[in-house]
């Protein structure tokens, strides 16, 4: 029997986030074990919003070495660039032409990035989740763990799959795409910002001191955690919908320290931020020390990186032209070869 698939991906703009790490990557690496694991780098997301060609290529490559930092093994899971396999693209035509429009107009990410970019959206931004369907749909994906953010993404996923790909141009039988299933775990599916409990850790937010990112120094963390926002209340607890803020860092303290929801409640439940905060500093430290020296050690080795990335790009290759020549076919086109 073949292993169940897994397909995931991070846009490479800027550093990396904990949400990022405690929402998506953290959990592809338990998937490794058991599962066909495809992890890439979305450089083409990255530019749907305006960037710097000065730090796409570096940010992309850092983040693929965050990847291995964080524990994917080039043993047992595939790591490449999206860009450099040109089927994504390709498929993401493909699917276009069969979406509806209404279906792109509706996604909250698009609503509320496109209000921050006015008169400058680009048709890239409301294409966004094609694309990220074709990301998955390439890989006949079983499985695609995300935060709870990419839901709405991945409902679209699956509609284009099943309804506009399958119904029309598959049967039952013989359907041409597979129709993939979040895997969106409870805990550090959503990390909240430092400054409001009420909006998530993102990397589009200018105030840096919202997010922690993994390459953060450890004076940086110490410093964003002495100035998270909290409340005037003694001691800590979970789920008070008046205490957001309460709920988010001590979530993350039960997560980084590793002792679970239960003990970390326990522990914390007299204590006041005085004492707190140190504490989740120097588990926010200590959890992120061993990432921040195989990514040092990584950058420092392009030759290594060069040949995961290789690896990860030949055989994601193989699979995703396979796929596409499906899709093709099924559509009507006449074969490549
Ligand atoms: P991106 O780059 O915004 O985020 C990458 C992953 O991190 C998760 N995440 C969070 N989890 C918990 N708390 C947060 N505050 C938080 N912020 C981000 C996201 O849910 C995501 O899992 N469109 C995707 C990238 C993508 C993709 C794909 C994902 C492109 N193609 C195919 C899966 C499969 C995105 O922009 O994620």
């Not at 390709?90 to 909250?108: A, D, F, K, S």
């Not at 698009?110 to 989740?129: I, M, R, W």
């Not at 001191?209 to 953060?216: A, K, V």
């Amino acid at each position: 029997m073949p292993r169940p698939r897994v397909l995931s991906g991070v846009q490479p703009t800027g550093a990396l986030h904990l949400g990022n790490w405690l929402g998506a990557i953290r959990n592809w690496v338990d998937l490794q074990d058991t599962h066909d694991t495809f992890v890439c780098v979305v450089d083409l997301h990255a530019i749907t919003v305006p960037h710097d060609p000065a730090q796409l290529a570096g940010d992309t490559r850092s983040t693929a070495a965050l990847y291995l930092a964080c524990g994917m093994d080039p043993e047992r899971c595939s790591v490449f660039i999206q860009s450099q396999i040109a089927a994504h693209s390709e498929l993401c035509w493909l699917l276009n032409c069969v979406t509806p429009l209404n279906w792109l107009e509706r996604m909250i990410q698009f609503k509320e990035k496109s209000v921050k970019q006015g008169d400058n959206v680009s048709v890239g931004l409301l294409d966004y989740p094609v694309l990220m369907a074709a990301d998955i749909l390439l890989y006949d994906a079983d499985l695609v763990p995300v935060g709870e953010d990419q839901k709405q993404h991945l409902e679209l996923a699956r509609d284009i799959a099943q309804q506009r790909i399958n119904a029309r141009f598959g049967s039952e039988e013989l359907p041409v795409l597979n129709v993939p299933k979040p895997l969106i775990l409870k805990e550090g599916a959503r990390v909240m910002s430092l400054t409001d409990g009420r909006s998530k850790m993102s990397k589009s937010d200018p105030n840096e001191g919202s997010r922690i990112t993994l390459l953060d120094p450890p004076e940086l963390i110490t410093k964003k955690i002495k100035r998270a926002k909290t409340d005037p209340q003694m001691g800590l607890e979970f789920d008070n919908p008046e205490r957001p803020e309460t709920h988010n860092l001590l979530s993350l303290y039960a997560i980084l320290s590793g002792q679970g929801r239960e003990a970390a409640a326990a522990e914390c439940a007299e204590m006041g931020w005085g004492t707190f905060k140190p504490l989740l500093a120097e588990a926010t430290v200590a959890a992120l020390e061993p990432i921040q020296a195989r990514h040092r050690e990584l950058m420092n080795d392009p030759a290594e990186l060069d040949q995961v990335l290789d690896q990860g790009r030949q055989k994601a290759e193989n699979v995703a032209n396979a796929t596409l020549e499906r899709v093709r076919k099924s559509l009507g086109f006449s074969p490549r070869h």
